[in-house]
Every structure is written in structure tokens, then in C-alpha cells.
Nanobody, 122 residues
Framework: QVQLVESGGGLVQAGGSLRLSCAAS????????MAWYRQTPGKERELVAA???????NYADSVKGRFTISRDNVKNTVYLKMNALKPEDTAVYYC????????????????WGKGTLVTVSS
């Protein structure tokens, strides 16, 4: 049973924008902190942004001011709006959910999506 489904990845030129979406089952979404992570080959998975049930947000320093995480509690969907994209933002982006909170590495998160690839060309 698929719990989290990401969409919105693709190829974009540097300086461009993309919006990622992650649709979750209602039971998970309503009780969870939602987060976006990313990973590139040979590198550890890293937190991009997280948003609590109450709407508090946290961002990796590398994306502050460029990315915005938000959640729609009616559509049970979390978004990641990415502006001013850089080639170093190229990665597979994963949506995750957890009833307690989030971790920097993603370890311990309860649920994961399959990921969506974002490629930023220079």
C-alpha cells in the first residue's frame, strides 16, 4: 500500500523553478511532520526542509531563501517550491513523514516515498 507519492521532478535550467508535491494518506498526513530529503550518488541523504503539523518550518542552510515547504491539510499534500535552482540541487528528492518529528539524516522516519528526480542543468 503506497502511502506517500511524490511528483513534480524533472529537468530545469539553472535559475529556474520547480514545485514538488507529495500526496499522503489522510491518516499519515494529519498526524505527521512532513519532510523533504535529497540524495545524490555517493553522498549521504540530507534534509532539505521539514514542516510540522502546526506549520513550523526548518530548512537546510543550502536552500534557505530559495526553497519553500508548505502543506495543504485539506489535500493531504506537502509541497516544496524550489526557486533559483543550482546544478548542485540535482538529486533524487524524497518525501518522508514521521509522527514524532524529523532527523537531519532521515533515519527513523516512519514513511517514505519512492522519490522524484530533479536535474538542474548549467
Amino acid at each position: 500500500q503506497v502511502q506517500l507519492v511524490e511528483s513534480g521532478g524533472g529537468l530545469v535550467q539553472a535559475g529556474g523553478s520547480l514545485r514538488l508535491s507529495c500526496a499522503a494518506s489522510r491518516s499519515i498526513f494529519s498526524s505527521s511532520t512532513m519532510a523533504w530529503y535529497r540524495q545524490t550518488p555517493g553522498k549521504e541523504r540530507e534534509l532539505v526542509a521539514a514542516i510540522s503539523r502546526g506549520g513550523s518550518t526548518n530548512y537546510a542552510d543550502s536552500v534557505k531563501g530559495r526553497f519553500t515547504i508548505s502543506r495543504d491539510n485539506v489535500k493531504n499534500t506537502v509541497y516544496l517550491k524550489m526557486n533559483a535552482l543550482k546544478p548542485e540541487d540535482t538529486a533524487v528528492y524524497y518525501c518522508a513523514a514521521d509522527s514524532v518529528g524529523y532527523t537531519r539524516s532521515g533515519s527513523g522516519m516512519d514513511y517514505w516515498g519512492k522519490g522524484t528526480l530533479v536535474t538542474v542543468s548549467s
